[in-house]
């Protein structure tokens, strides 16, 4: 599966096709100028759903999630780093444990190809808050994630706001801000921004169109520098 469509990614082709035995659901276009394929699997367990997100320069990061939205799989095309959710956890992420009670704590593990093992600790809660955004009603959410290396040393600190879509059992990106072992940090925004189904304009289109000029020149001065 994974082979089939990093075949259609290096081959250039400017509409996204999902794996065979597979069909794309949804499209969806986001700030910070990437563009999202959801696409489930007929072999896969119920409520399993696959992405495929887009930059300018192809496919950047692909993922599975289950119907509790916990990360399965994890994988970045252009490293081959895979990361895969440790099935023995503390406490999972649960999506419809956020639903009933509009909060989800978690605190679980996943683990790399490279050997390496990361913990994830955080929460998401509602704030009951609803949106529409190109007609899909999504509400708002508030997150905090730290994430520690092997040794308990804290490798990524992120907190922000994010979109969830009941209908669609998942997680859409929003504002958030980050800070990284490295000194790094930095506000980012991957709100959706156009939600393309089969038979829409857009459906499909694997070059992003919001944010890119900005993303552009923001290398750019980081290059300058």
């Known amino acids: 599966m994974l082979t089939a469509y990093l075949f259609a990614s290096q081959a250039g082709a400017a509409t996204f096709t999902a794996p065979q035995g597979c069909r794309l659901e949804m499209s969806i276009q986001n700030r910070g100028c990437t563009v999202s394929q959801i696409y489930r699997c007929e072999a896969d ?133 980050f800070s990284d072992w490295t000194g790094d940090s930095g506000t980012t925004n991957d709100s959706p921004v156009d939600f393309s189904f089969p038979g829409q304009p857009g459906f499909g289109e694997t070059e992003p169109k919001y944010d890119c000029d900005m993303m552009m020149a923001r290398a750019v001065r980081g290059g300058d520098a």
């Open 45 to 177: 367990p119920a409520g399993i759903q696959h992405s495929a997100i887009f930059g300018q320069d192809g496919m950047i990061h692909m993922s599975t999630i289950d119907a509790e939205t916990r990360w399965i799989e994890s994988s970045n095309p252009q490293t081959g780093v895979v990361d895969t959710l440790v099935e023995q956890a503390n406490d999972h992420a649960s999506f419809s444990e956020l639903l009933a009670t509009g909060r989800d704590d978690f605190d679980f593990w996943t683990e790399s190809n490279t050997g390496e093992r990361l913990r994830h600790v955080g929460h998401d809660r509602l704030i009951g808050e609803t949106v529409v955004i190109d007609g899909i009603e999504l509400e708002t959410t508030r997150f905090e994630l730290n994430t520690y290396d092997g040794n308990g040393e804290v490798l990524i600190q992120r907190s922000g706001q994010q979109f969830i879509s009941r209908a669609n059992g998942r997680f859409y990106g929003g504002v958030e801000q």
